[in-house]
């Protein structure tokens, strides 16, 4: 298992962490050697995998916070905004595991539900692994405002490593940005160096830490919790509950 590196705040305090880290807690299904994990306490001070107290039960659907966004401009977004499923993920860009999904699985969703307006996917950004995930968190946010957050993402996990953390200095972030089509390169570079949009970057990862999340892959399908990089089958299965669910 790997964890952050990034020290979450010892003085957040939320009042929707309880109810998420305890329904991930009693449902998290980790895929041995295929998650960055969930832990206890905080990156790089031990702890060990999240697991339910004998008294922890899952929340209703109705005690799980609601999260998803659901702006019809967010360009960090996928689907329709009124699609009855929402899946939030959770993920950095120098994560392997983040990448499998990216890869292996978010296609095949796309094409069985996105496509046919049965779910959303809202991205959202928790670099833990070092200040070269917080400059390609910011890249990505700059590939958005350019209408290609998508295309950036899919280049960027094009060239991830399956073992270890990819490395994306400020020159590759360019060259794949330009790979991924975005048409205004000096104003994507101006906005790697914007303090506005990294301490955006920021706000959204402390958001994640005061949530209980430390590690990646994370998700959110609807009021069902998932980490680390499942099978799809594991993904259709949460989602196709949701579906029954609002049915």
């Not at 916070?65 to 959770?90: H, M």
């Not at 296609?107 to 996917?121: H, S």
Request: charge should be negative.
């Amino acid at each position: 298992m790997t964890r952050g590196d990034l020290m979450p705040p010892t003085t957040a305090r939320s009042p929707r962490r309880p109810l998420l880290l305890a329904a991930v807690a009693a449902t998290v299904v980790v895929l041995v050697g295929g998650a960055t994990a969930l832990l206890v306490g905080a990156p790089g001070q031990g702890g060990s995998p999240l697991t339910a107290p004998p008294t922890a039960k899952t929340p209703s659907a109705s005690a799980i916070p609601e999260l998803s966004r659901r702006n019809a401009n967010d360009q960090r977004a996928l689907g329709k905004v009124d699609a009855p499923v929402v899946l939030i993920e959770w993920s950095d860009y120098r994560c392997p595991f983040c990448g499998v999904f990216a890869r292996d699985t978010q296609p095949a969703l796309v094409r069985e539900y996105v496509d046919k307006g049965l779910l959303r996917i809202e991205w959202h950004d928790m670099p833990v692994f070092g200040d070269q995930s917080i400059d390609a968190a910011v890249a990505g946010r700059a590939a958005a405002a350019q209408g290609r957050f998508w295309q950036f993402h899919e280049k960027v996990y094009d060239v991830a490593p399956s073992r270890g953390h990819a490395d994306l200095s400020r020159e590759r972030l360019l060259d794949l940005a330009r790979q991924a089509g975005v048409p205004d390169m000096a104003a994507f570079e101006a906005t790697l160096d914007d303090v506005a949009v990294r301490a955006d970057v920021q706000r959204e990862q402390q958001e994640g830490y005061a949530l209980g999340i430390t590690g990646t892959p994370t998700f959110l399908i609807g009021s069902t919790p998932l980490v680390g990089a499942q099978p799809v089958d594991v993904f259709r299965d949460a989602i196709d509950q949701q579906l029954k669910a609002g049915t």
